[in-house]
């Protein structure tokens, strides 16, 4: 078996349960401009995707209000609302048990909200790497961030391992025959699935 050089995350679902900091960003933008609350479906949606799809979506039935309700996204400070982001408890301890052996890497659809994220539960200085959906033309579920990652480390497809948890995910490994793990989702399709981190120090990969 090719030894493993790098492991990729994601951040929402996977590093941080992050859905109810999601339904209260969202919400606070609907509640701005007069409208109902996201739906279960919206939820889901928003939970995957990055911030200026997102927008457009939930949107997508007050487009008098989009361009408004995008300038208002944007001078929207997001530092109130990581207090309802809830990170795994076991991530440190898989950092920890990763590096320095191997790299980390983040592939998310986040956009300007993943610094302050990693500084504010002090993770910054434990991934290489991090591309955002700012960094990359074309964003999750298109390869391109995980093309710029293996660049960077001069890594293959196969010295490398991606844990997500949405088909996004999926379909963004899918896109160059990377493997996945499944995280907290047993009916993903995917190489491994797990319920934590430091369960997937016991994959056969290690």
Do not use: W
């Given at each position: 078996?090719?030894?493993?050089?790098?492991?990729?995350?994601?951040?929402?679902?996977?590093?941080?349960?992050?859905?109810?900091?999601?339904?209260?960003y969202y919400n606070h933008m609907?509640?701005?401009?007069?409208?109902?609350?996201?739906?279960?479906?919206?939820?889901?949606?928003?939970?995957?995707?990055?911030?200026?799809?997102?927008?457009?979506?939930?949107?997508?039935?007050?487009?008098?209000?989009?361009?408004?309700?995008?300038?208002?996204?944007?001078?929207?400070?997001?530092?109130?609302?990581?207090?309802?982001?809830?990170?795994?408890?076991?991530?440190?301890?898989?950092l920890d048990f990763l590096r320095?052996?191997?790299?980390?890497?983040?592939?998310?659809?986040?956009?300007?909200?993943?610094?302050?994220?990693?500084?504010?539960?002090?993770?910054?200085?434990?991934?290489?790497?991090?591309?955002?959906?700012?960094?990359?033309?074309?964003?999750?579920?298109?390869?391109?961030?995980?093309?710029?990652?293996?660049?960077?480390?001069?890594?293959?497809?196969?010295?490398?391992?991606?844990?997500?948890?949405?088909?996004?995910?999926?379909?963004?490994?899918?896109?160059?025959?990377?493997?996945?793990?499944?995280?907290?989702?047993?009916?993903?399709?995917?190489?491994?699935?797990?319920?934590?981190?430091?369960?997937?120090?016991?994959?056969?990969?290690?």
């Amino acid at each position: 078996m090719t030894e493993l050089k790098l492991v990729i995350f994601d951040c929402d679902g996977v590093m941080f349960d992050s859905k109810n900091a999601n339904r209260v960003y969202y919400n606070h933008m609907l509640e701005k401009f007069g409208h109902p609350p996201m739906d279960a479906d919206e939820l889901e949606y928003v939970h995957m995707h990055h911030v200026m799809d997102s927008v457009r979506h939930i949107f997508r039935k007050y487009p008098e209000d989009l361009a408004a309700a995008d300038a208002f996204r944007k001078g929207l400070d997001y530092t109130p609302y990581l207090q309802h982001m809830i990170m795994e408890p076991d991530l440190p301890e898989f950092l920890d048990f990763l590096r320095p052996e191997r790299k980390t890497a983040i592939s998310t659809n986040r956009t300007s909200t993943m610094g302050p994220v990693l500084q504010m539960f002090r993770l910054a200085d434990l991934f290489d790497k991090v591309v955002t959906a700012f960094d990359v033309a074309k964003p999750k579920p298109h390869p391109e961030a995980l093309h710029q990652i293996l660049d960077h480390f001069q890594c293959s497809v196969a010295e490398s391992i991606y844990i997500g948890d949405s088909q996004v995910d999926r379909e963004h490994t899918e896109a160059i025959g990377m493997r996945l793990i499944a995280f907290k989702n047993q009916a993903l399709p995917a190489e491994y699935h797990v319920k934590s981190f430091m369960e997937i120090t016991r994959l056969p990969i290690f």
